[in-house]
């Protein structure tokens, strides 16, 4: 199975920041990663697929970046609702894997 | 509007049995391959198993394999995962979702439906 590796776990940050969460896979999967976003509670919600298309209805202060085993997901401006947990998934083998999550905390 | 509907969950005794249910609408289920997804307390999503829109092929990761069986009736727009043998770290919320066994991305989810397994 391929890894998915988050980093960092968790982040503090202030409203207005800008976040960035990477996730590396353990081998190459050209662009079939997939962003989510967790809230306590609630299902995911997908944000970016495809490394870097967003999702109908999902803010544009959200944007991936990446190919291959590096990729990005950014949050422009952190904005209140934003703080939750995001997940990576890719999609280029079977079984789909998920990382681990990211944690973004109020600072 | 794309509403899924799990239910089923519930508290189990190690080495039973459990069967989930999850009733679809607002897409077209019969051409759509499905996804069971787990999420344990406090942790990460992993994959459980999926099955194509005919009910031909279907998948599980290695430690559910041999354990659950996932089906669905396209007659009743409805997925199931018949879990047997549960182990305490079976427990989860199980989520299904829509999706592609390949290249895709899960776009929907329902709510989800909380399997406990304890003595």
């Known amino acids: 199975d391929i890894q998915m590796t988050q980093s960092p776990s968790s982040l503090s940050a202030s409203v207005g920041d800008r976040v960035t969460i990477t996730c590396r896979a353990s081998?190459?999967?050209?662009?079939?990663l997939n962003w989510y976003q967790q809230k306590p509670g609630k299902a995911p919600k997908l944000l970016i697929y495809a490394a870097s298309s967003l999702q109908s209805g999902v803010p544009s202060r959200f944007s991936g970046s990446g190919s291959g085993t590096g990729f990005t997901l950014t949050i422009s401006s952190l904005q209140p609702e934003d703080f939750a947990t995001y997940y990576c998934q890719q999609s280029y083998n079977t079984p789909p894997t998920f990382g681990q999550g990211t944690k973004v905390e109020i600072k | 509007q794309v509403q899924l509907v799990e239910s089923g969950g519930g508290v189990v005794q190690p080495g039973g049995s459990l069967r989930l249910s999850c009733a679809a609408s607002g897409f077209t289920f019969i051409t759509s391959g499905m996804h069971w997804v787990r999420q344990a307390p406090g942790k990460g999503l992993e994959w459980v198993s999926f099955?194509?829109?005919?009910?031909?092929?279907?998948y599980y990761r290695d430690s559910v394999e041999g354990r659950f069986t996932i089906s669905r009736d396209n007659s009743k727009n409805t997925l199931y995962l018949q879990m047997n043998s549960l182990r305490a770290e079976d427990t989860a919320v199980y989520y299904c979702?829509?999706?592609?066994?390949?290249?895709?991305?899960?776009?929907?989810w329902g709510q989800g439906t909380l399997v406990t397994v304890s003595s």
């Open positions: 081998q190459s999967i050209s662009s079939y």
């Open positions: 979702v829509p999706g592609d066994f390949w290249g895709g991305y899960f776009a929907y």
């Open positions: 099955i194509r829109y005919d009910g031909i092929s279907k």
